[in-house]
């Protein structure tokens, strides 16, 4: 099978360290493997999404030297890697799903959510949903006044997906309970529906990610399950946090590439720093590439099954 991977960083602002953890390691793992690496670039929230950005992610992924196959520079069978230039795809995808009853019109109030998100459910650890507009009545619906979002009807199953930290993971997914949303009400296409799509689409055999998504994952292979998807195998990596035990963000000061290239770090610096924080170094000093690719093979790194590594220095 020839790997493929993606690094899909939002475009929301600089990249910091907890993105460039992410993007390290799919690179390290993927140039070992001798495959493909996907840029793509998730930008569909057109808010907080801007072009500024989108070049800051190039220029700092330029500046680490790690490169990818696949970009927003390119064309190819599938598209193209940024997704606010595949709305034509997911609205065909949806609109075929309407049609297959796949999916339904959710008219619930914010309010009503999240009163119904907040209660308690026996034998539940998660938020779920109620399934109150998924039975509504054609003339019921016609009567809402309220733009709807859109829900996928659930079925009642068993998910299973492959994790080379975690294992087999299976969940079990609910008529009603789990029926997630797929569709926003102000037409916003939802993450879990082109992220699903997109991996389907371009082929990824492999994702890398933060373990904050595990929760989140079962539904997208079924979405990828639902539309002929091979679903990939997924690596759930630790999350980076401060000494504080806070989660890094493009919020936080003092963390981003752009401002640890200001102070004078050196690209081998910051290798150096991710492959101590695997636990493929007992101290930090610079590494080059070609040193990480071939000195330090990936399934030695000892950190990575950890549920969060402490950044040492800030």
Not at 242 to 269: A, C, F, H, V, W
Not at 273 to 294: N, S
């Amino acid at each position: 099978m020839k790997v493929r991977t993606r690094f899909a960083p939002s475009p929301t602002g600089r990249m910091h360290l907890g993105n460039l953890w992410i993007a390290f390691l799919n690179w390290l793992w993927t140039r070992q493997q001798g495959g493909t690496i996907i840029l793509r670039m998730e930008d569909i929230d057109k808010d907080r999404c801007h072009t500024s950005y989108a070049e800051g992610i190039l220029e700092d992924l330029a500046w680490m030297g790690l490169d990818y196959d696949e970009g927003p520079e390119g064309t190819y069978a599938y598209g193209s890697t940024v997704q606010s230039r595949r709305y034509d795809i997911y609205g065909k995808i949806l609109s075929e799903m309407e049609k297959k009853g796949h999916i339904y019109p959710c008219y619930c109030s914010r309010s009503r959510i999240h009163q119904v998100l907040s209660a308690p459910h026996e034998g539940e650890n998660r938020p779920v949903y109620d399934g109150h507009c998924r039975n509504l009545s054609e003339k019921e619906g016609k009567a809402m006044t309220k733009p709807p979002c859109w829900r996928v009807a659930m079925e009642e199953r068993n998910t299973t997906f492959s994790d080379l930290f975690f294992g087999n993971v299976t969940r079990h997914l609910k008529k009603g309970a789990d029926d997630f949303v797929i569709r926003r009400a102000d037409g916003l296409v939802a993450y879990q529906l082109a992220v699903s799509i997109d991996d389907g689409a371009m082929g990824v055999t492999h994702v890398f990610r933060g373990n904050d998504l595990l929760d989140s994952t079962p539904y997208q292979v079924f979405l990828m399950e639902k539309l002929g998807y091979q679903p990939p195998v997924y690596g759930h990596l630790p999350l980076l946090t401060d000494k504080k035990g806070i989660r890094l963000s493009k919020r936080q000061q003092g963390i981003t590439i752009e401002e640890l290239r200001n102070r004078g770090y050196s690209p081998e610096d910051l290798m150096g720093l991710l492959l101590h924080l695997a636990g493929g170094l007992p101290d930090m000093r610079p590494v080059t590439r070609k040193e990480a690719v071939e000195n330090f093979p990936f399934e030695k790194l000892k950190n990575l099954k950890q549920k969060h590594i402490v950044l040492p220095v800030s």
